[in-house]
């Protein structure tokens, strides 16, 4: 089972770790209320997982771009 855990905590997007990070809240609390959140609402979190996940990829794009239109 830590096989599986380790691997989901290292192959996914890292939303609960940024997260978490920038509020200051241990990831496993914040992962916590997401699943019990995924639960109660019938998955309408994942949605919003997902959006998050998009954009910190977008973000980290733009910001390492070499074109990036913010350095100049």
Known sequence: MN???????WQMFGVCTAIG?????????IRR???????ITMGSPVIMYLFVAFWMNVKRYVF?????PLKY
């Not at 096989?3 to 905590?9: A, D, I, R, S, T």
Request: aromatic share 22%; hydrophobic share 45%.
């Open 33 to 39: 209320y997401f699943i019990y959140l995924s639960f």
């Open 3 to 9: 096989k599986v855990k380790y691997f989901l905590e």
């Open 21 to 29: 990070a920038q509020m200051g809240i241990a990831t496993a609390i």
């Open 64 to 68: 390492t771009s070499s074109r990036n």
